[in-house]
């Protein structure tokens, strides 16, 4: 059974066994967290009804209310919500919750400064602030609902800093405390508290001249915003910091010079230094990839931290990921002498010498950092004992065996904190002209800071150059590492270190890996590769050599993992020296493994396509949400496709795309759709495959409907419809003759349209094809609605939504109704067909399908303009433009702002109204329908007169 967690602290999650529970459309999420907020409470119907639809409510809302109850059913555990007489309730753990786990904590936290425990107060207090991901419920609309809820729990957390920062400054953390209260400040410049003791903190860290500038800047901003003057409390801290006199600095100082431009790492720094500065002893594990910055950072916080350790710092090079990494004994020799041990009194085995170590620092507070090191028992017998003394270790591998170590791994530098450093090397002037070449240069380098530096050095060293002639020399991926090289830095040389370090079936899954291009990619991935089928030991070599990354858990409870991208180049550029037959076998094996999972998974997605399914594909066992799976795997298949098409393997390019065309379609991922069946198409045309072909030029006229390119969908069909009837595909010649007769059937030509469906359902019939029936039915009872017969109009869509239901076809149920309510306007029943609207854009909603649901909502518009709210109305029509305009629905585009000028001109916004007009006009002309294009010019007169 699935346990779940909760998080309104910030965007609304819903968690499972590791992985991210889907809500379903904003309707099911805004109810969701409105119970959250009140959990094992019962919120009454009329205060959620309130919160759904804040406006005005739709004669359906207590049926939808119940409906997104029981979607949430469905995604959550059966008993999660509760039904009462008079609404529903949530049940929920306290500890399965982050509202009640922060409030529990701060209660927690407060007892223990009470009791005088000021560092296990402060880690509860970082543990409750640190369950905070930015506003309650970010994600959704606000709601006066909460509005109490929200104001109890702002005030209790920044309650809850202000403690925190006291805490730290008593405990001496002054310089983290300094770097949270300016973030802090610079969304809260008002806060005399934290003004104060930032004063404080700057203070005690012996940086006066930053605390007196800290006080005029509370001063100015006082003054300028609130007209005062700084409060009794800011000015005693004030005060405090002229009668105060300089610090002294510690003795002793081996550390190498901190980097002139190092750059960024704020967090990262600010959680080292306070570790290293809280309890003690205290060890720091610092790894990542080659060149990513490690030992900067680690020699940038002994800088850092030197007040703290005022008996001083050692540093030692332990030669980690050289031919001969440093022996302890030699280490420990080095350590001991320059404590002041002289020769003769050293002791000859390693265990005595690590004992005098613990013994001389025990009293002492010295820092030790411990630069690229091989492994943990390379660094055990240099550890501190007892005292005050701390360690910082940098490693290429991690070090999770090195005992009550915190460990940080060390990223990539991110865009902003890239573009600094670049520009500190190669000059500021040159890339502040050369923007775009710049992020060109960058977007080569991956962010690694060693590749930025050596790009960097590059331009420095040759002033002449623009920055464009570097990045035109990086854009080829197989050149990079050779231009990569200045000096005696090199990113080749760093990475190689790393990789001559590993086990020979890692190797090979690293250079096999480089071949894939980029791209996060599942674990499984690399056990088809080398074709065994448990991975898990060589997958976590590569994660611990931190030459494969773990980014993260997806949407269907998978480890995704990538390779930077130049680490990829040097995998591929490895690869290269392997037989092309042990390659291509690799890639296939991939390949294979991506066209079965997303067959297998497409099978149990909870709407039917109406299109062709692919034949000869084995299945694999694939659990959890369809849709959540694809959401995760639609990049990583896109480059599948790509990656088959580029090296030939054409079926396997074609299938995977005719896959991925039910999520696109529902998703609405209509660009994606368009650019990966273009691939699918070249590659089956490429292998002579007709039916290959005819199935992805189907998907291909779906998709010229979608953007109103009836000329090229009628011939997408056609030709379909010939390549399916020459291999014998009956079913798939019918589905392209449904295709056919929807383009007649948009023209107006309603009785060719009918003749064509009649044609194509006898095969659906005859063989027992009931989900293409109903599809049929359908698009029969649009024909003779065209034609305003409505008695047939009513029996066909009757007939599809009965046939929907009794297939449990949610989906096409939604369109059926959809197209029940359109019949129920002709007929003057507008209150029948906004009930049947209403249950259409529930059922849509619950599905995720935002195209489809942007269709209902712009029909709700129009019948609110014409028969209800208008208000009401512009406010659907305007949710469905915006989906619309994302799809590049042009004709919907078209048909709202003719309405939106419509309504406008009524309420005499006579200018916004022909600029809605004019809009649709242009657009009605560019799609070449006259009668629609007369309408619009009859209303732009009728303002004009």
Not at 5 to 26: F, I, K, M, W
Request: with cysteine; glycine share 10%; aromatic share 6%.
């Amino acid at each position: 059974m699935h346990t779940h967690s909760y998080r309104v602290l910030g965007p609304l999650e819903v968690g499972a066994d590791g992985s991210t529970v889907p809500l379903g459309g904003r309707m099911p999420r805004i109810l969701l967290g409105t119970l959250l907020l009140q959990p094992g409470r019962v919120v009454s119907t009329d205060v959620l009804v309130d919160v759904l639809w804040p406006d005005a409510p739709p004669p359906s809302a207590v049926a939808n209310l119940r409906t997104y109850v029981r979607g949430l059913r469905g995604r959550l555990s059966g008993d999660a919500i509760i039904t009462k007489p008079h609404g529903y309730a949530v049940a929920v753990e306290p500890a399965a919750l982050d509202l009640t786990l922060f409030e529990a904590r701060a209660e927690r936290a407060r007892m223990a400064w009470g009791a005088g425990d000021a560092a296990g107060a402060l880690r509860l207090l970082e543990d409750a602030i640190g369950l905070w991901r930015g506003r309650l419920l970010e994600d959704l609309p606000a709601s006066p609902a909460w509005e109490a809820v929200e104001s109890r729990l702002t005030a209790l957390k920044t309650s809850l800093v202000e403690l925190a920062m006291e805490i730290r400054i008593g405990l001496g953390q002054h310089e983290v405390a300094a770097a949270e209260l300016r973030g802090l400040l610079a969304t809260d410049p008002l806060h005399e508290g934290f003004w104060r003791r930032l004063v404080l903190a700057l203070h005690a860290s012996g940086r006066t001249a930053e605390a007196l500038r800290a006080y005029a800047d509370a001063r100015e901003i006082l003054a300028d915003e609130l007209g005062v003057e700084p409060g009794p409390q800011l000015r005693a801290a004030f005060d405090l910091v002229l009668r105060a006199g300089p610090q002294t600095p510690g003795p002793i100082c081996q550390l190498p010079l901190d980097p002139p431009d190092f750059t960024g790492r704020g967090p990262l720094v600010e959680r080292i230094v306070a570790h290293l500065t809280g309890r003690h002893p205290a060890v720091v594990a610092i790894s990542g990839a080659p060149g990513v910055g490690k030992s900067a950072l680690a020699v940038h916080v002994g800088h850092a931290v030197r007040a703290a350790f005022p008996d001083g710092q050692l540093y030692v090079d332990m030669r980690g990921t050289g031919g001969a990494p440093r022996d302890p004994a030699e280490v420990l020799a080095e350590l001991l002498r320059a404590l002041g041990v002289a020769e003769p009194a050293l002791p000859a085995e390693v265990p005595a010498r690590a004992a005098l170590l613990r013994s001389r620092l025990s009293t002492q507070r010295m820092l030790l950092v411990l630069d690229d090191v091989a492994h943990a028992g390379q660094v055990r017998p240099l550890l501190p004992g007892a005292g005050a003394c701390a360690v910082l270790a940098t490693s290429r591998m991690r070090l999770p065996d090195l005992c009550d170590a915190l460990q940080v791994n060390v990223d990539v530098l991110t865009d902003q904190e890239a573009q600094e450093l670049f520009s500190r090397v190669a000059g500021r002037r040159r890339v502040v002209e050369q923007p775009d070449s710049a992020r060109d240069i960058l977007r080569a380098c991956g962010h690694l800071p060693l590749a930025v530096r050596i790009a960097g050095a590059k331009l420095a060293q040759r002033p002449g150059w623009s920055l464009a002639v570097l990045a035109d020399r990086l854009k080829l991926e197989r050149h990079r590492l050779d231009e990569l090289r200045a000096g005696d830095l090199a990113v080749r040389a760093s990475v190689e270190l790393s990789y001559r370090l590993l086990p020979p079936v890692a190797a090979r899954a690293f250079r096999l890996l480089g071949t894939l291009g980029p791209g996060p990619v599942p674990a499984w991935v690399v056990g088809a590769l080398i074709d065994a089928p448990a991975t898990e030991d060589v997958v976590d070599l590569l994660v611990d050599a931190n030459l494969l990354q773990l980014v993260g858990m997806d949407g269907a409870g998978q480890a995704r993992y990538r390779l930077h991208d130049l680490l990829r180049c040097y995998g591929a550029e490895l690869a290269e020296g392997d037989a092309l037959a042990d390659r291509r076998a690799a890639i296939e094996r991939v390949l294979d493994g991506w066209l079965a999972r997303a067959f297998s998974v497409r099978e149990r997605m909870p709407v039917h396509y109406f299109g062709i399914s692919v034949s000869g594909v084995s299945v694999a066992d694939i659990k959890g949400d369809p849709m959540a799976w694809f959401e995760a795997e639609v990049p990583a298949l896109v480059a599948a496709v790509e990656l088959a098409h580029a090296n030939g393997f054409d079926g396997h390019a074609w299938r995977i795309a005719a896959t991925l065309a039910p999520y696109f379609d529902l998703r609405g991922r209509r660009d994606t759709w368009w650019r990966v069946h273009q691939t699918g198409l070249a590659s089956a045309r490429r292998a002579g495959d007709q039916r290959g072909e005819a199935t992805i030029l189907r998907d291909i006229g779906q998709l010229h409907l979608y953007r109103d390119r009836y000329d090229e969908a009628a011939a997408a069909f056609t030709t379909a419809r010939v390549l399916f009837g020459a291999t014998g595909d009956t079913i798939g010649e019918a589905i392209a003759l449904t295709g056919q007769a929807t383009v007649h059937r948009i023209a107006g030509r309603y009785h060719r349209a009918l003749h064509l469906y009649r044609r194509a359902l006898e095969v659906f019939e005859r063989l027992g094809d009931r989900h293409s029936q109903a599809v049929v039915y359908g698009s029969t009872g649009l024909a003779h609605l065209g034609l305003r017969r409505y008695g047939p109009a009513q029996r066909w869509l009757t007939a599809s939504y009965e046939l929907a239901v009794e297939l449990g076809d949610r989906h096409r149920q939604a369109l059926a109704l959809h197209r029940l309510a359109t019949l129920r306007k002709e007929r003057g029943r507008p209150d029948r067909a906004r009930e049947e609207l209403h249950r259409a854009l529930a059922l849509l909603e619950e599905l995720g399908d935002d195209a489809c649901a942007a269709y209902v909502r712009q029909s709700i518009g129009e019948l609110h303009l014409r028969f209800g709210d208008p208000r009401r109305g512009v406010e659907f029509l305007a949710d469905s433009l915006h989906v619309q305009r994302r799809l590049g629905d042009r004709r919907a585009e078209a048909t709202i702002a003719a309405l939106l000028g419509e309504w406008h001109g009524a309420a005499g916004r006579t200018h916004r109204a022909k600029e809605y007009l004019t809009r649709a006009l242009s657009t009605w002309r560019d799609l070449a329908e006259p009668a629609q294009e007369a309408a619009v010019v009859a209303r732009l007169r009728a303002l004009s007169g």
